[in-house]
């Protein structure tokens, strides 16, 4: 069994947000750093390295990651990745990265000085096997934003998914996702369904998610990738449906 601890629990642009003097932003109950995990295991696994990665590493005292299994390569999830190739390189340690291959080329592309880093391997794969988990990438609809990919962990007895960025799954893309044991999934805001321009949001809210966890038939499900529209201090929430926060240490 493994622990997973979730580094970062907002969307892309953190809570507080710059600039912004909403009640959540002046406070101080729903500081969230962009969206990350970390799972402990038998290999240490870093889901997402984002912007905020060096203070994450900093604040939890994580171990250097074996594997690197990134979602999409949106900025949020993937701009703290030459601090982390940089962290390999000083601590000479090897460091897989793991993603559709569509995905470990803009990788490629946006960090070219990386190439001949010995200590990082690129591996473009929508599968992969670890000591503890059978691991596969799942493409979701991101709304505005394009596509992102759905991470399934299967071991024996749990199965689970990490679903950060998706909106308006379709039926075939949701097949995966049926029956689990827990489904991690993000929801930006409480309720959008008043928003103006509806084409152009990239990420369920809270209510869709919710409506999501009983159409999959997901046994628990807890939010991430939260605006700061949402208050986890007040907001309620039906049974087995829970808020992530930064820290957050759950069995896996």
Same mark, same amino acid.
């Given at each position: 069994m493994g622990t997973l601890r979730f580094l970062g629990t907002s969307d892309a642009q953190g809570v507080p947000?710059? %600039?912004?003097n909403c009640n959540i932003c002046i406070g101080s109950d729903n500081v969230r750093k962009r969206p990350s995990a970390f799972i402990d295991s038998t290999q240490k696994i870093l889901i997402d390295v984002s912007p905020d990665f060096r203070q994450q590493f900093l604040e939890y005292q994580i171990h250097?990651?074996?594997? =690197?299994?990134?979602t999409h390569a949106h900025n949020d999830h993937i701009a703290g990745f030459g601090d982390l190739a940089d962290l390999c390189f000083w601590n000479n340690k090897s460091l897989l990265v793991i993603s559709p291959m569509d995905v470990i080329k803009t990788l490629k592309d946006r960090y070219p000085? =990386?190439?001949?880093?010995?200590?990082?391997?690129?591996?473009?794969?929508?599968?992969?096997?670890?000591?503890?988990?059978?691991?596969?990438?799942?493409?979701?609809n991101h709304g505005h934003n394009g596509y992102s990919y759905g991470i399934k962990f299967t071991? =024996?007895?749990?199965?689970?998914?990490?679903?950060?960025?998706?909106?308006?799954?379709?039926d075939e893309q949701m097949t995966p996702f049926f029956n689990l044991d827990l489904i991690i999934m993000g929801a930006?805001?409480?309720?959008?369904?008043?928003?103006?321009?509806?084409?152009?949001?990239?990420?369920?809210?809270v209510q869709e998610a919710i409506k999501l966890?009983?159409? %999959?038939n997901a046994h628990q499900?807890?939010?991430?990738?939260?605006?700061?529209d949402i208050d986890i201090t007040s907001r309620q929430l039906p049974s087995n449906v829970e808020f992530s926060f930064d820290g957050k240490l759950i069995d896996t």
């Open positions: 947000r710059m %600039l912004c250097i990651p074996d594997l =690197l299994l990134v000085y =990386l190439h001949n880093r010995t200590q990082i391997q690129f591996i473009g794969t929508t599968t992969w096997k670890t000591d503890e988990y059978e691991i596969s990438f799942h493409k979701v071991r =024996l007895g749990f199965v689970w998914a990490y679903i950060s960025d998706a909106i308006n799954m379709s930006s805001y409480w309720d959008e369904s008043t928003r103006p321009n509806q084409e152009k949001r990239s990420v369920y809210d966890k009983n159409h %999959l499900m807890i939010l991430t990738h939260m605006s700061h």
